[in-house]
Nanobody, 115 residues
Framework: QVQLVESGGGLVQPGGSLRLSCAFS????????MAWYRQAPGKQREWVAL???????NYVDSVKGRFTISRDNAKNTALLQMNSLKPEDTAVYYC?????????WGQGTQVTVSS
């Protein structure tokens, strides 16, 4: 059974940075596409970024140039480096692992951008 555990969230001032981690266990990490989603209060969950098993990446327009997704297959970890954070980035951030028709979610980590 795949398990995902996010960490690294917290409170940061506008313009600051955070790095989120997603620890993966229970299967072969390198074969999964990994993605980050976020859900702000009162809003639907939205896709933020993804990285395929071969390392291809893609981002929602609102974070391009500020966020970087990466993966460390040796450590079974997906990362989201978030720079130049804005108040509108405030949300619970979720990690998702996808392979074929199977998808797994983590429990989420809160990111709050406020002065």
């Amino acid at each position: 059974q795949v398990q995902l555990v996010e960490s690294g969230g917290g409170l940061v001032q506008p313009g600051g940075s955070l790095r989120l981690s997603c620890a993966f266990s229970g299967s072969i990490f390198s074969t999964y596409t990994m993605a980050w989603y976020r859900q702000a209060p009162g809003k639907q969950r939205e896709w933020v970024a993804l990285i395929t098993s071969s390392g291809l990446t893609n981002y929602v327009d609102s974070v391009k140039g500020r966020f970087t997704i990466s993966r460390d297959n040796a450590k079974n970890t997906a990362l989201l480096q978030m720079n130049s954070l804005k108040p509108e980035d405030t949300a619970v951030y979720y990690c998702k692992a996808v392979r074929g028709s199977n998808a797994y979610w983590g429990q989420g980590t809160q990111v709050t951008v406020s002065s």
